[in-house]
Nanobody, 115 residues
Framework: QVHVVESGGGSVQAGGSLRLSCVAS????????MGWYRQAPGKQRELVAM???????TYADFVKGRFTISRDNAKNMVYLQMNSLKPEDTAAYYC?????????WGQGTQVTVSS
């Protein structure tokens, strides 16, 4: 059993910053990719950023230059530093982890950006 838990969401004004954290725990031999997706009301879930075990990163165009993904392999954790937040960044943010070849999702953490 693998559990993925996010933390760090909240409410912030436009231009502000938040840092999301996610930890994967349980019977894990190896975590490959870890990343973040988001889903706004009435919209499909979309990729925000992804990082491999070798620390190669992928970002959605709409966050490039504003968000930074990083990970701590020893702790099975991934982070998302979000700067210059915009109201359109408002969404539930979900942590995604591929552990031993299988995908796992967290329950999500809400990020609300007010104008």
């Amino acid at each position: 059993q693998v559990h993925v838990v996010e933390s760090g969401g909240g409410s912030v004004q436009a231009g502000g910053s938040l840092r999301l954290s996610c930890v994967a725990s349980g019977s894990i031999v190896r975590i490959n990719a870890m990343g973040w997706y988001r889903q706004a009301p009435g919209k499909q879930r979309e990729l925000v950023a992804m990082i491999t075990s070798g620390e190669s990163t992928t970002y959605a165009d709409f966050v490039k230059g504003r968000f930074t993904i990083s990970r701590d392999n020893a702790k099975n954790m991934v982070y998302l530093q979000m700067n210059s937040l915009k109201p359109e960044d408002t969404a539930a943010y979900y942590c995604y982890s591929v552990a031993d070849g299988r995908p796992y999702w967290g329950q999500g953490t809400q990020v609300t950006v007010s104008s």
